[in-house]
């Protein structure tokens, strides 16, 4: 009987022994093959980050050699493009344990700087003698950190070292780890926090504060990277998910997921999302427009279009350009009639087929607002009074600006002429104060 028994169970117990080898060696294979795909993604983006740093550096040096104002604004947004490709890089690292937001807020100031020169209009306002000392020192600063990952770099090609050997490390929480990548990193990060010495200027300073506040009242629930790859692929007008890739960033001011979007052309179109409502705060999209077929109504009437996607209120054109086939458009929400203008969004197309080309969303989200104190103490006849006689009124309208303290001031917005040229002036509704002048590129006041 019990030879029986034995004689039935011995081939089951077998069977069940080889099964559960097979399944172990499977879940072995499936496991290695993770950490390979995982230790390529990393090798990628480590390489990446290196070659985008090698191209900021060349940049910021190409604008210290520059002398014509177009190249410049040029240069400048190639920096900004190159800044956020950079942290694109590093927020697809396994740094979320090691400190180096230092060197992240570094390259997010450097974009900050260079985007708000390079979108302004550089023949009225070009680089002042302290802006050009602060790209001097951008450059000189941003080589050692540069040096310092090439030698990294070098390390990692001569020794073979594996990012996956630097995660476990930071995981194990020694600090008697002696790992080449983790201290070539600390180095790095150290070197940036001794930039505090650059001279920003105030708009970057006053931008970084304020930006800080507004991102911890940001409303909605967190959303998930499955949400975000929806999201992009919904406003990019995509059938599906693939070719989508989206990494969660490391601490910062604002929490954010990096989106990188594979075109079937070759080119890519980049994105950041807030975590918290996932809000869409940029979008750029990297191709040659050679041709020009589109008309600037046309051009218009896309980017209102894909306004109406992103299920924006409604908005009002207050500035365009062209430039290099490429139509910018530049909207302020209009709420009760009246212009809101620290809501703003700047909407790029581009003149060849109509595609979306680039999307600034962040002031717009940092904000937004459902209610505000729109009604003036002083009427239109009296708020006049405080406006400059020798300028011929044309309209006017009420409109919220950021006054100098970097408070919501609700305005009577005047405009008008003084000879040729033509002028914007705001006074405060409440006391008659002259808040803020600026001259109207004759562009920006025709009717599109």
Avoid at 247 to 274: F, H, L, Q
Wanted: glycine share 6%; hydrophobic share 35%.
């Amino acid at each position: 009987m019990y030879r029986r028994i034995a004689a039935v169970l011995f081939p089951v117990t077998a069977l069940a022994l080889i099964g559960t080898a097979v399944w172990g060696y499977q879940e072995n294979q499936e496991k290695n093959s993770l950490m390979i795909k995982a230790e390529n993604q990393y090798q990628r983006a480590f390489h990446d980050l290196n070659f985008h740093m090698d191209q900021l550096q060349d940049e910021l040096g190409k604008a210290l050699a520059l002398n014509t104002r177009k190249q410049m604004s040029t240069c400048m947004t190639n920096v900004w493009r190159l800044t956020y490709a950079s942290q694109n890089d590093l927020g697809q690292l396994p740094l979320s344990m090691m400190p180096f937001d230092k060197t992240q807020s570094f390259l997010s100031k450097i974009g900050d700087f260079t985007y708000r020169v390079g979108v302004r209009d550089l023949n009225k306002e070009p680089l002042t003698d302290r802006e050009y000392n602060t790209l001097r020192s951008l450059y000189e600063k941003s080589n050692t950190i540069q040096r310092d990952l090439s030698k990294v770099q070098t390390q990692v090609l001569n020794n073979n070292l594996r990012w996956m050997d630097t995660e476990l490390a930071m995981a194990s929480e020694d600090k008697a780890t002696n790992n080449t990548i983790i201290n070539g990193f600390k180095n790095v990060d150290k070197l940036s926090e001794g930039y505090r010495e650059v001279d920003w200027g105030p708009s970057v300073n006053n931008l970084e504060s304020e930006q800080r506040k507004k991102a911890d009242a940001l409303k909605g629930e967190p959303v998930t990277a499955r949400e975000v790859k929806d999201k992009i692929a919904d406003v990019l007008d995509l059938q599906n998910t693939n070719g989508i890739h989206v990494v969660r960033n490391a601490k910062g001011d604002t929490a954010t997921y990096s989106v990188r979007v594979e075109k079937k052309n070759g080119t890519e179109v980049n994105a950041d999302v807030s975590r918290k409502g996932g809000y869409i705060l940029w979008l750029n999209y990297d191709r040659n427009v050679k041709d020009r077929k589109l008309s600037m109504e046309q051009a218009q009437g896309e980017a209102v279009n894909y306004l109406d996607r992103l299920g924006f209120p409604e908005m009002e054109t207050i500035k365009y350009d062209d430039v290099g086939n490429i139509a910018s458009f530049t909207f302020v929400r209009k709420q009760d009639d009246v212009l809101i203008y620290p809501e703003t969004v700047v909407v790029k197309v581009a003149l060849d087929n109509g595609e979306i080309f680039g999307y600034q969303g962040d002031d717009y989200v940092f904000n937004h607002k459902e209610k505000r104190n729109m009604k003036p103490k002083l009427s239109r006849a009296e708020a006049k009074k405080s406006v400059s006689p020798r300028l011929k009124l044309e309209e006017s309208q009420l409109a919220v600006i950021f006054g100098d303290r970097g408070k919501e001031v609700l305005c009577h917005e005047f405009t008008g002429r003084l000879g040729k040229s033509k002028y914007r002036v705001f006074i405060n509704a409440d006391n008659g104060d002259e808040e803020f002048v600026e001259k109207v590129k004759e562009q920006d006041t025709n009717e599109i």
